[in-house]
C-alpha cells in the first residue's frame, strides 16, 4: 500500500519533471527538472531495493553529471532557445512515430506481463556488497574496460574543449 | 580426258591482275600487249577447245569439269567446276572472239586516254566474270559471273568518274542489277531449299521429275524470280532504265559489254534453265511479253533519241526484248540464234558509233554529223552493212535470225498472233530508226558546226545534266590541261586533243579491222541456221537440240523423263510442223521483209528527202512526242515514287525520328528521370539534426511496431 | 615441339601474353617509338602463336580443343575452363589478326599518352580472346566485363569531341545489360552448383536441372538482353554510333571487328547452347528484329553525313544478318552467321582502318568534305574499292559467302525471312555506292583534297593483310569453313534445328502447287521445334 | 583464480590499449618543433602487434572473464579486419597529422583505444559487454570525427554524430533492458536458449529496439541519414576508420545478435531495410560532386547489399560467410579509396570536389590508377574483392530463392556504376584544371594504398582462403 | 503491491519524454539533457527487471550506464563546446553546413 503511494508521488513528480524539461524555454530550468527526475528516480530505485544504484544515481548523475551540465550551460551562457522551425519532418514523423511506438511498447509491457509480478518494499535487496561481489568476479572485465572508456573521454574532453590556437 | 576449260577464264583474269596492279609502271604498249595476248590466249584456246569438243562422242556431252569445291557444308555443295555444251560453247565463242575483237578496237580508241591500264585491266575483268557466267556448271557459279560482270559494268561505265554522270551511271546500273540479282538470289534459295543443290545437272533432273505446271507452281516461282535477274541484267521492262545511261562509258565497253555480252546474259541464263521454264507455262507467257513490250517501247524511244549512241542503246534493249520473245515462246535456240547475230552486228555498229565519234573529235549528236560517208568510208560501208542486218534485210545475219523469232512467236505452242504482230511493228520501227541514224549520220552536209534548232527538248541533254563540263549543246572544249591527269574523258563529250580538228577523218587500221572482220561475221553469221522453209535445215537449231529440248504442255508427260537425251528433238518438229506449214513461214517472212524495207524507205522520206517533216511532226505530236523523247519520263517516276521517299523516308522518319527522337531521347529521359528522383531522395539528407532524428524515430517505430505485429500474429 | 604436350597451355598463352606484354611495356620502354615497336612485336608474336590453333585444330574430334580446366576458386566453385570449338577458333584467331593491324593504324594518329593507350589496347585483347575461349560461364563474364573498361578509356581518353558522352553511354548501355546476364548466370549456379558450360548443359538437356517455364524464360532474356545489346540489335543500338565515331581508329576497329562479335557469339554459344527450347519459343520475335535491324540499319546507314555513323549503323545491318542466321537453326544459316562474323571482322575492321587513315590527313569525318579523292589518291581508291565491294557481298569476296549462307539457311527456315533479308543485298549497295561516289568520284570540290597524299608504306601494310583476306575468304571459304561447318552442326543439332540433307529437302518436293508453300514448308522444315517447344 | 588462458583471449584489446597509452604519454615529452613521426610508427607496431596477439589468441578458443568474451574464428575474423584497418588509418594518417597541424598523441592514441572497442564488440557475447564495446569504439570515434577543430564542418559532423550516435545507443540500451527483462540474462548464448523454447513479445520489442540501435551504427535505412554529413566533415583518415572498422565490428554485433540468439521474426526487417538502403544509398549519390560525400552514399549501399547476405536465412552459413567476406572486402576497397581521397584532398581537405580530379590520370598517373581499382572494386568488376563480396552475397540470396532481392540488388549495382564511373571519367577523359603538381606519395599514405590495393585483388583473386575462414566462423556462430 | 508493469510503463513514458525532447527541443544542452533522461528510463526498467528475476546483474547494468553517461556527457559537452566555439550558437536548427 504505502510502496504504491509511494510510487505514485514519485512517478507523479518524474513524468512531471520530464514534461517540465520539454516545457522549459531556458535550459538551466531544463536541466533542473531533470535533476529533479533524477532525484525521485534514485527514490524509486530505493523502493526497489536498489540500494547501492540509488545512491550512485545521486553521486553520479545528480552530482556529478548534471553539474557538468550546469557548468556548461554558463560557460556558453546559453539564454532562452528560439523556436526556430528548422525541420518539418520531426513533426510530421518524429513525433506520430513517437506515439505509435510509444502506444506499442507500453500495449507490450502491459500484455507482456500477464503474470502481474507484483513487487514491494523490501522484496528484493541489493547489498552493495553483493554488488560489489558480482562487479569484481563476474563482471570484472567490464568494469576494467570501462577504464578505458572513461581514458578516452578525458583525452577527447581535454582535445576538443581546449581553446584555438595552441595546437 | 580434260580440256582445262579453266584457261578460258582465267588466263582473262591475269591479264587483268597484271595490268591492274603493275599497270601503272606500264607503257600503253606494254599494256595494250598484255591485254591482248591473254584474250587473243583465251580466244585462240576456247576456239581449239571448242575444235575438240565438236569431236566429243554424243553421250559426253555435256562435258563437266569439276576442280575444287568452293562450298560443301554436309549434302550442300559447290563446286568450282566448269560445264561445257553446245549452248555454253556457242557463248564462249561469241564472248572471247567478239571480246578480242572489241580489245584490239579499244587498243586504237583509247590510245590518247589516261589510265589506259585500268581500261584494259577492267575489261579483261571482264572478260573472266563473262565466260565464268557462260561455262560455270552450277548456278552459284553462274552468280558470281553474273554480279562481276554487273561490277565489270560499273566500273567501265564509270570509267570517266570525274564526270558526275559517268559515275552516277555506274551506281545507277549497279544498282538496278543488284535488284534483278534479288530476285536471282531467291530463286537460288528456293533451289537450295526444294532440290538441295545448285549443280546444273541435278537441278534439271530433279526439275525432270515435275511435270509441266498448269497454274502457278514452285517452277513458276524460280522460273519468275530467275527472270526479274533477266530483267535486270538484259535491261527488260521495268529495269532498262541503267542500260542508256551506261553508254557514259567509253564506247568500246557499250560494245563489248552492252550491246554484245554481258546484256545477253540474261537471255543466255533463261535458255541454260530451260529445263524449268519450260515446265512453267505462266513464266512463259510472262517472259514473251514482256520481251515484246520491252522491244516495242524502246524502239519508240529510239526513234527519237538524237544521240548516237543512245539510240544504238535503246535498239539493244528493243533487240534483247525480241531475244526474250523467243525464249518466252520455248524457241530457246532462235533466241540465242539471234543473240550471236546480235552481237556480232550490234557490236559493229558500236565500234561503228565510236569511230564516227572519233572522226567527229567526241561529237555524239547526230544533228550534228551528216555527209561522213565521204570523210570515213570505211566506217560508213560496215555500218551499213550492220543496219542493213538488224533491219532484217534478207541475206544478212539478223534476217534468219529476226526472221525466225518472229515465225516462233506466231506458229510456237507458246506463241500468238499478238506476239508476232507486235514484232513486225517493232521491226518496221527498228528499220526506220536505224536507218535514220545512217541518214543522219552519213548523208546530206555535214553539220559540225552549226547548231541546229531541230527538236525544241535537248535529246541528251536530259541524260546528263548533272554534267560539269558539258552543258547542254554547247559542247565547251575544256583546257586540254587535265589530260595529261589521268582520268579526263576525252571521247566522252568533250573534244579532247585530237577532237581539235575541223574535218572529221578515217579511224586508225586497228579501229577498222575489227569493224571489217565484224561487218563480214554480220552478213555471213546468219548462213548457219537458215530455217527449213528456205531449203536450209537449221543447222544451228539441230546443234542447241541437245541442250534445249522443247516439250509442249501436252507431251511434257512422257518427254519429261529423257529430258535430256539426245532425240528428244523428233517430238518438237512433229510440233511445230502440225502447227503451220513453209507457206506460211514464207508468207510472214515476205510481211517482215516488206516492214523492213518500208522503215528503211519512210527514213530516207524524212531524212534525206522532205528533212523539214520531223520537226513538223514533232511539234505537231507535241506531249506525245516529247514523252516519247523523255523516254515516257520512266526515270522521273522511279525517282519520285521510290527513291526520294526512301530516302526522305529513312532521314527524317528513321533516323531523325526513331533513332533520335524516340530511342535515345527516351533512353536520356530515363536517365534525367532518375537524376530527379536522385535529387528527391536527397531531401532526406537535410542536413538537420532534428529531422534525422525524426527519421530514426520514425523508423524505429516502424520497426516496433512490425516486430510486435509478428510476435502476435 | 611437341604440340601434344603443348596443346594445353597454347591457349592461356595466347590469352595472356598481351597482358604480358603490357607489364612489360607499363615498365620497360621510355620512348615513344620503342613503345609502338613493342606493341608491334608483341601483337604480331601473339598472332603467329594463335595460329598454332588451326594449324593443329582437329576437324573431326567432337567437342572442345586445347581444352584446359584447371579448379581455381573452390566456393564457388569456379574452374580456369578454356577450350575453342569450330566457332571460337575463328574468332580467337581474327582478334588476333586485326590487334597488329590496329597498332599500325594508331601509329601515328596516337600521340599523346602513348605508353598508356597501347597498355589498354594489349589488355583489351587479353580480354577479348578471353571472351572467346572462356567456357566456364564465370569466367566468361569476368572477361566480358573485363573487355568493357579498356574499351570505355580508349573511346574516352582518345576520342575526339563528345567522347565522353559516348564512353559513358557504351559503358552504361554494355554494364546495365550484362548485369542481367551475371543474375542469370549466378542463378544458374544457385541451381547447379556449376559454372562449368559443358556441365551446365549437360544438366539442362538431360532434364537433370528442371527449369519451370517462367525461369528458363527469364533466364533466356537475362543473357539474350545482354548479347543483344553488345551485337547491337535493334531497338538497342543507339549506343553504337556515338560509340564510333568518337573512338579512335583502333578502337573502332575494334569495337566493330570484334567486340560486336562477342554478342554473336554469345547468342551463339549460350542462348542456343544452354536453352534451346526457349530459343525457338522467341524466334519469331527475334527474327524479326534481325530483319528490322539489317532494312532498319541499312536505310539509316544511307542517310548518314557522316563516313562512320554510316559505317557504324552498315554494322548494325550486317549484324542483323548473323542474328538472322543464327536464329534460323539450320546448318546453312550459323554456317554463314558464323562466317559472316569473320567477314563483318575484316571488311568493317578495313573500312574503319580506311576511315582513319583520311581522318590523318583532314581530320573529319562529315562525307561532304570530300569527293573526287580517286583523282589524286588512286592506292587508297582502290583499296577502299575492294573494301567496299567485299562489304556488300561481292561474289568471290568474303561478305558474299556469309550472306549467301545466312540468307539460304533463314529461307529454309521460313520464306519470307530470306526474302526479306535478301532486300539487303539491294540496301548495302546503295549506301556503299553512294558514299563510294561521294568520296572519290567527281571532281575535287574542297581545294585542300587536292593535296592530299596517297597512303605510305605502313598503311598499306595495315590495309594489304585485310584485303587479301577478304579475296581468300571468298575464294577459298572451306579453310575456315571445315572447322565452324563441323561445331555448328553440332549446335544445330543440340537445338534441333534443320541440318542439311537432301532426303528431307526433296521430301518436301512433291511437285505439287507450291507457290503459297508458307505453312506446308515450316511444318516441314522444323518438325524438331515443335517437339522441342514442347 | 583467473586462467591465464583468459588474458590470452583479450591479448588484442590489451596489446592496444598498452600502446595506445604509450602513445598517449609520449606525446607531451616531443618539444613543440620536433616532429612526431615516432609517434604514428609507434602506433602502427602497436597494431602489428596486436594483429600478432590475435593470431595467437586464435590459438586458444573459447570464452573468458566468466563468459564475457568469447574468442572463436568469428571473433578473430573481426579483429583482423577491425585492426588492419586502423593500421591503415593509422598509416594514411602519418603525412595527415603533419598537413592538418593535429596533436598526434590523442589522434593515434584513440584511434588505438578505439580498435580496442571494436575489438572487443567482435568477441563480446554478453550484451552489456557490447554496449561498452560499441560506446568505446563511438566515443572515440565521435572525438576523432571533431578533430580538425578550426574546421567548423569537423565539429558540426561531430556533434551530430554524437547527438544521433547517443540517441541511437539509447534505443539499444533500452532494447537490451527489455531482453534482459525477457529472459533474465544478457548473455548471448543464455538469451538464445531461453528464446528457444518461445519467445515473449517482450523480447520481440527488444530485438526490435536493438536493431534500430546497431541498424544506426552500420548505417542501413531507415537509419542512415547521419552517414553523409558525418562523413563530409570529419577528417578523411576517420571516415576510412569509422566506414570500415567500427562498421564492420558493428555487423559482427548484428550477426551475433541476430543468428548467435536465434532471434525470431526480424526477416522481412532486414529485406526491407536491405532494399531501401541500396536504392537510398544509390540514389542521393547519382548526382553528388564531393567526392567523400559520394563514397559516404556508397557506403550506405553497399551496407544494403551486406544485409541481403543476411537475409539469406535458407543457408544462414552460406548468408553469414558472405556478409563477413563483404565486410572484409568492402573495408579493403573503401579505405583504398579513402586513403587516396585524403592523400589528394591535401591541405585543408581542399580538393574534394569531382572537378578538381579532373585530368588526374595525366597529372599522377599512379593515384588515379589506384582510385580506379579501388572504384572498379566498388562497381564490382571481376577480379576485384567487390566483385566476388556481391558475388557471394547474391549467390547465398538466390540459394535462398530471394530472386528478387537479388533482382533489386543486381540493378542497383548497375546504377551504381553510374557514379564511380563518373569519377573515373573525369580522372582519365577531362583536360586539367591546374597542372600544379600533386603531392608526391610519401611512404605511409603509399603503404597504405598498398595494402588496400593488394588486399583488393587478392580477394579478387583468390578468394578462397579468407572465404574458407568466414565459413568455418559462420558454422561456429551457428552451432 | 505495485505491478512490474507499472514501472515499466513509466520509464517507457520518460524514454518517450527523452526522445521528444530530441524532437522537439532546439538547443542542443537540452536535447542532449533529453538523452540523459532517456538512459535514466532504461536505467529504471534495469532495476525493475532486476527485482523481478531477483538478479543483483540489473544493478550492475545501470552502474555502468551511468559510467557511460558520465563519459558521454565529458565528450558531449567538449564537442557541444567547440561547435559554440565555431558556430557562435547553441541552436541545433543552425548547425547546418553540411547537407545534401
Known sequence: MLHTVLFLVFGAICVGGAINLLAQKHPISSALSLIVVMGSLACLYLLLGAEFAAIIQVIIYAGAIMVLFVFTIMLLNAGEEERTKGSRIATIFGVPGLLIGGLVGAWVILRGSEDQTSLSVGQFYGSAEGVGRLLFRDFLLPFEVTSILILIAIMGAVVLARPRGEE | MSLHLWLIPVLPLAGAAINGLFGRRFSNKAVNAVALTFTAASFAWAAMVAVRFLGMPAEQVPHLEHYADWLRLGSFRIEFGLYLDQLSMVMMLIVTGVGFLIHVYAAGYMAHEGGYYRFFSYLNLFMFFMLTLVLANNYLLMFVGWEGVGLASYLLIGFYFRRDSAANAGKKAFITNRIGDFGFLVALFLLVKHFGTLQYTEVFQKAAQYPVEIGAGLLTAIALLMFVGATGKSAQIPLYVWLPDAMEGPTPVSALIHAATMVTAGVYMVCRSNAIFSRAPIALEVVAIIGVLTALMAATIGITQTDIKRVLAYSTVSQLGYMFLAAGVAAYSAAIFHLMTHAFFKALLFLGAGSVIHACGGEQDMRRMGGLRRYIPYTFWTMAIATLAITGIPGLAGFFSKDEILWQAFASPHGHWVLWLLGAVTAFMTSFYMFRLLFLTFFNEYRGAEVEEHTPVAAHASANTQSPEHGGHTHTVPVGGHATVAHAPQHGHSGGDHGRHGAPHESPWVMVIPLVLLAVLSAVGGYIGIPKAMGGNNHFEHFLAPVMPSLASDSAGQHGNNALGQHAMEPRQEQTQSHADHQTELLLTGVSVLIAFAGAGLAWLLYVKRRDIPGRVADSLGGLYRGVLNKYYVDEMYGAAFIRPLIGLSRSVLWRGIDQQAIDRSINNVAGGTTGVSNGVRQIYSGNIRSYAGWVSAGAAVVVFYMVWVATR | MNTASFNPYILTLVTFLPTLGAVLLLIFPRRERDIRWFALAISLITFLLSLHLPWHYRNGAEGFQYELDKAWITTPNIHYHVGVDGISLWLVVLTTFLMPICVLASWKSIHDRVKEFFILMLLLETAMIGVFIALDLFLFYFFWEATLIPMALLIGMYGHERRIYAAVKFFLFTMVASVFMLAAIIWLYAKTGSFDFVVIQQMIASGQLTLSSTAALWLFLGFFVAFAVKVPLFPLHTWLPDAHVEAPTAGSILLAGVLLKMGTYGLLRFNLGLFPDEAHRHQPWIMALALIGIIYGALVAMVQPNMKKLIAYSSVSHLGFVVLGIFSFTQLGIDGAVYQMLNHGVSTGALFLLAGQIYDRRHTYEIKDYGGLATHMPVYATFFLVITLSSIGLPLLNGFIGEFLILAGSFQAKAVYGILGATGVIWSAAYMLWLYQRMFYGNVTHEVNATLRDIDGRERTAVWPLAIASVVMGVAPMVWMNAIDAASVRVVEHTGGQVQQIGEVLGTGTPTNHLNQAQPDNASSQPSAEEHGR | MIPSADYIRILPEIVLAIFGMIVMVADPFFDEKSDRHALGVVSAIGLVAALGATFYMAQYPGTAFFNMVRVDAFSVFFHVVAILVSLAAVLMSFEYVERQKIRHGEWYGLILLGTVGMGLMASAIELVMIFIALEISSIATYILAGFRRNAAESSESSLKYFLLGSFATAFFLYGVALMFGATGSTNVDMIGASLRNGAPTMAYLAMALMFVGIGFKVATAPFQVWTPDVYEGAPTPIVALMSSGPKAAAFAVLLRVLFGTQAPGWFWLVWVSAVLSMCLGNLGALVQSNVKRMLAYSSIAHAGYLLVAFAAVRHTDAGISAAMFYAASYAAMNVGAFAVVSHFASLGERYTYIDAYAGLGRRSPILAGLLTLFLLSLIGIPFTGGFFAKFYVFTAALRSELVGLTIIGVINSAVAAYYYLRLIVYMYMREPLTDEPVVPVRFGAGFAMAMCAAATIYLGVLPNRVLGYALESARTLVR | ?100
Not at chain 5, 537540452?30 to 528510463?41: C, G, R, V, W, Y
Not at chain 5, 532495476?47 to 559510467?67: E, P, T
Not at chain 5, 561547435?83 to 553540411?98: A, G, K, P, S, Y
Open chain 5, 1 to 100: 503491491m505495485v505491478p512490474l508493469s507499472w514501472y515499466l510503463l513509466l520509464s517507457a513514458v520518460l524514454f518517450a519524454c527523452g526522445v521528444a525532447g530530441f524532437l522537439l527541443k532546439r538547443n542542443i544542452i537540452t536535447i542532449f539533457m533529453s538523452i540523459e533522461l532517456m538512459l535514466n528510463a532504461v536505467n529504471l526498467s534495469f532495476i525493475a527487471f532486476a527485482s523481478r528475476w531477483q538478479a543483483l546483474s540489473g544493478h550492475i547494468f545501470v552502474f555502468f550506464v551511468m559510467v557511460v553517461a558520465a563519459a558521454e556527457a565529458a565528450v558531449g559537452l567538449a564537442i557541444i563546446i567547440s561547435v559554440f566555439r565555431t558556430r557562435e550558437t547553441l541552436n541545433v536548427d543552425r548547425v547546418n553546413l553540411l547537407k545534401l
